[in-house]
């Protein structure tokens, strides 16, 4: 059965600090791998999502991920963090169009 | 304005009295799926359709009901409500390139 780790609950960075949250899956065949947010009171936004390919991912919000196979992770990177950016993070790994498993999240808060 | 639409937002009902929670979409995706989001759990897939008439179980399926008689609708029904399904609800529909469009979320309190 597929699933998602991610590790962290709670992330904690200084604004216009780096930033990487970190996701591991575990999955039988090459995975369609996402990242959503979801700010507090709202419902989930797609980031990026890898299906296959160039294995670096970019996405909106100066967001981007590595697939990396041999380690099963689907890294989110943002080099520059901004206040706005406090939010919460699931990792998904899918079957295409069917079955979804997300991660337990990760929650970030920005410092000033 | 491409939307996911879900009513009601917020319900407190009592246990075992059945109640449907709807959801809408103007995207004419073929795609459409619940999950329940808990602190500490995640979301975690209820039910999912891949189109009209076609529907099947994700993760946490018992306790609830899905019909999909339109490709627009997808409504989630619980027909005897426990404190256990009390749960913060969200719909989603999907596009050709499988991104997930998420509705506002359902709050849903069962005493």
């Known amino acids: 059965a597929q699933s998602v780790t991610q590790p962290d609950i709670h992330i904690t960075v200084s604004e216009g600090a780096s930033l990487e949250l970190r996701c591991n899956y575990s999955?039988?065949?090459?995975?369609?791998l996402f990242w959503y947010v979801q700010s507090p009171g709202q419902g989930l936004q797609l980031l990026l999502k890898?299906?296959?390919?160039?294995?670096l991912v970019q996405g909106i919000k100066g967001f981007e991920a590595e697939f990396k196979r041999s380690q099963s992770s689907f890294n989110l990177r943002k080099p520059s963090v901004h206040w706005s950016d406090a939010a919460e993070y699931f990792c998904?790994?899918?079957?295409?169009?069917?079955?979804?498993?997300f991660g337990t999240g990760t929650k970030l808060q920005v410092i000033p | 304005e491409a939307q996911v639409t879900q009513n009601p937002r917020y319900l407190i009902t009592v246990t075992g009295k059945k109640l449907t929670v709807t959801c809408s979409q103007n995207?004419?995706?073929?795609?459409m799926s619940w999950y329940r989001q808990d602190p500490g759990l995640g979301l975690r897939q209820i039910y999912y359709?891949?189109?009209?008439?076609?529907?099947d179980k994700g993760d946490v399926p018992e306790g609830y009901k899905v019909s999909r008689k339109e490709k627009r609708n997808f409504p989630l029904i619980l027909e005897s409500p426990s404190p256990n399904q009390t749960s913060l609800y969200f719909c989603?529909?999907?596009?050709?390139?499988?991104?997930?469009?998420f509705g506002p979320g359902t709050r849903l309190t069962v005493t």
């Open positions: 998904a790994v899918g079957e295409g169009y069917q079955k979804v498993t």
């Open positions: 999955y039988g065949a090459t995975p369609y």
């Open positions: 890898y299906f296959s390919g160039d294995t």
């Open positions: 995207m004419n995706h073929e795609y």
């Open positions: 359709s891949m189109n009209v008439e076609v529907t």
């Open positions: 989603a529909s999907a596009d050709s390139h499988y991104e997930q469009y």
